[in-house]
């Protein structure tokens, strides 16, 4: 990879971003703040609907990975198929791997891989209210 060879730090996070909120751009521009460049995993469409379930994700993986392509903090989106991304984490070997707060070190998935190489986890203080799930449900109940 091409910033390797240029020892630029490299970041990397993960997830559905069905419907992009504040929580996830707090989350993402604090990576992007953390490393030169930040890889975004992006679940499929059949890995977010098996994560989230039936009638997930509401926009479908070419709008996600679309919207979170043209934001400012995000160098690259990369989809994954498979339920976790240990596989594409253990291929980027990024310098530092952000979660939420929500999550604790040990939850983080492929936090051995990126230790092992050096590189550390960072976790971001969520946004009390926003998640996609009570932001779907509220708009499927007509509260919106």
Known sequence: MQWRR???????????????????????????GACDRLI????????????????RPVQDE???AE????LKAVDLVVLFEEDTPIKLIAQVRPSVLVKGGDYTREQVIGHEIVEANGG?????DILAGFSTTSLVKRAREGKA
């Open 6 to 32: 240029q020892e630029l730090r490299i970041g990397f996070t993960n997830g559905c971003f069905d419907i992009l909120h504040p929580g996830h751009v707090k989350v993402l521009t604090a990576a992007r």
């Open 40 to 55: 975004v995993g992006l679940n499929s469409d059949a890995s977010a609907q098996r994560l989230k379930g039936e009638g």
């Open 120 to 124: 550390e986890v960072m976790l971001v």
């Open 67 to 70: 919207v979170l392509a043209a």
């Open 62 to 64: 070419r709008a996600r």
